[in-house]
Nanobody, 130 residues
């Protein structure tokens, strides 16, 4: 498993931006060959995947609900994953989690359930107020 730590959450007015970061532990050689993903969960809601990236191909998955507003990127060698969130809406308010799966490819380009990922961070809270 990969140990992950998120940061960058906070409170922002609707229309604003935040950039979330996820750092893999020093014991991790690289996340380049992992499927790296961002999930979010609001109180009373299911955890949903919002974005994923597979470093080997550079291809991504972006949920329809955030398409055009969120961008996922990574630096596999530095073991960092980011989620740039622009034009934030109150409905984006949630706890955001970084997750890793040790394989990728076309699988990573499709929406996945939380149970498919074996490594998780503790989450960072994003609150968007109107």
């Amino acid at each position: 498993q990969v140990q992950l730590q998120e940061s960058g959450g906070g409170s922002v007015q609707a229309g604003g931006s935040l950039r979330l970061s996820c750092e893999a532990s020093r014991n991790t050689v690289s996340i380049f060959a992992h499927c790296m993903s961002w999930f979010r969960q609001s109180p009373g809601e299911e955890r949903e995947e919002v974005a994923a990236v597979f470093g080997v191909s550079g291809k991504t998955y972006i949920a329809d609900s955030v398409k055009g507003r969120f961008t996922i990127s990574q630096d596999g060698n530095k073991k960092m994953l980011w989620l740039q969130m622009d034009s934030l809406k109150p409905e984006d308010t949630a706890m955001y989690y970084c997750a890793a799966h040790p394989y990728g490819g076309a699988w990573c380009e499709r929406p996945q359930l939380p149970s498919s990922f074996e490594s998780w961070g503790q989450g960072t809270q994003v609150t968007v107020f109107s």
